[in-house]
Structure formats: structure tokens, C-alpha cells
T-cell receptor, first 115, second 113 residues
């Protein structure tokens, strides 16, 4: 049973370009969470999605950021017109249910560098 | 809103000794869960141990144990017989039922040979 798969592992974008980060949850998991980790800081919640639905996007910036988790395929975190401040590690986590009896399983993250 | 605080940005311990990492949190809920996650240099997030708030008995996983003080809203992690492989960032996390995880800022632990 493969774990949570994130790709790419590293992504370099110039200012103004778009960044697309992909996350394939563990098999059987329908709940996906995205977190951002700035250098030397903890993980900050961005968005929580269930298949085809955004449940909570309270941690996601209102502009330039969007997320989706379609019925088929991976969850996508999209950042439009990237700026240097978007440089961070972006982690995806999945669980089979949104409760603490199902701890989060994390991917290895995507490190985004904006030049 | 829940908050999680880790007051020790960095700690070090000699190999084979014991170290305790501190975590405090703030919540108005009575039923919740607490976790410690480890992030080694590989950046992977690894669940170390979890505690259910309604259980008074402290959780234990091999060399890892917690001291859960519900009234004080404290949840410290004790690592016994520290090993070089324990070198990592350690994050304390809170989850209320049906809610998202809230992580603390982390403690960087270095195990010295």
C-alpha cells in the first residue's frame, strides 16, 4: 500500500509563473489536507478537501491560491503568479476519515522555490 | 481557536540519555487528541505518539512516552535512551473531533554522540 505521493519533490518557478502541486492520497483515503511550512517554522494549515468538495479553506490566501480534489485523480494545489514569499515546503496529508482515530499520513512534501 | 505552543526552539541531549520536550495548548473543548510528530532531515512527517484527552493514562510507545496534564493543558514528550536517529524536528499537534490538526512551531532536537 503506497503512502501519500506528492510530486514534484522540488519545483522552481520564476516570479509571475504558476505552480501546480500534486498529491495522491493513500488508497482508501478520501480526505486530503494541505499544509505549508516556511523555513524554520511549523506546519500551517491551508485547506481541507474531501472528494470534489472543499470543506475548510480558512488557512488559504484568498488570492492566487486554489485547491481541488476531483473525483478521479490527485488533489491539486495551484498557486498563480507566484511571488518570492510563496517559497516554502508544501505538505499534503490524507486520512480515511476526519477524526483523530485516523491519524494523518503525510507525503514527503514539495519544496517550491520562487526565483 | 486552538493554539499550540512549544517554548523550546532547540534542544540537545547526549546519546543514551533522556530528554523532555515541552508542549502547551489552549482549547475550550473537553474532548480532543494530542500528537507528537517527528520530522527528520528527510522532511517526512512521522507520527511518534498520540494521546486521547479523555484517557488519564499517559501514552507510551517504546522509548517515547508523554506526560499529559489536562488541567494544565500540558503535553510533554519524554525520549528515553536517546539515539542518533532521534535527531529531528518534533512537532506537537492538537486535533478536536472533526477538526483540522493545529501544529506547534516545533523543537529542533539534536542527539550528540
Amino acid at each position: 500500500n503506497a503512502g501519500v505521493m506528492q510530486n514534484p519533490r522540488h519545483l522552481v518557478r520564476r516570479r509571475g509563473q504558476e505552480a501546480r502541486l500534486r498529491c495522491s492520497p493513500m488508497k482508501g483515503h478520501s480526505h486530503v489536507y494541505w499544509y505549508r511550512q516556511l523555513p524554520e517554522e511549523g506546519l500551517k494549515f491551508m485547506v481541507y478537501l474531501q472528494k470534489e468538495n472543499i470543506i475548510d479553506e480558512s488557512g488559504m490566501p484568498k488570492e492566487r491560491f486554489s485547491a481541488e480534489f476531483p473525483k478521479e485523480g490527485p488533489s491539486i494545489l495551484r498557486i498563480q503568479q507566484v511571488v518570492r514569499g510563496d517559497s516554502a515546503a508544501y505538505f499534503c496529508a490524507s486520512s480515511p476519515a476526519p477524526n483523530p482515530d485516523s491519524p494523518l499520513h503525510f507525503g514527503n512534501g514539495t519544496r517550491l522555490t520562487v526565483t | 481557536a486552538q493554539t499550540v505552543t512549544q517554548s523550546q526552539p532547540e534542544m540537545s541531549v547526549q546519546e543514551a540519555e533522556t530528554v523532555t520536550l515541552s508542549c502547551t495548548y489552549d482549547t475550550s473543548e473537553s474532548n480532543y487528541y494530542l500528537f507528537w510528530y517527528k520530522q527528520p532531515p528527510s522532511r517526512q512527517m512521522i507520527l511518534v505518539i498520540r494521546q486521547e484527552a479523555y484517557k488519564q493514562q499517559n501514552a507510551t510507545e517504546n522509548r517515547f512516552s508523554v506526560n499529559f496534564q489536562k488541567a494544565a493543558k500540558s503535553f510533554s514528550l519524554k525520549i528515553s535512551d536517546s539515539q542518533l536517529g532521534d535527531t529531528a524536528m518534533y512537532f506537537c499537534a492538537f486535533m478536536g473531533y472533526g477538526q483540522n490538526f493545529v501544529f506547534g512551531p516545533g523543537t529542533r532536537l539534536s542527539v550528540l554522540p
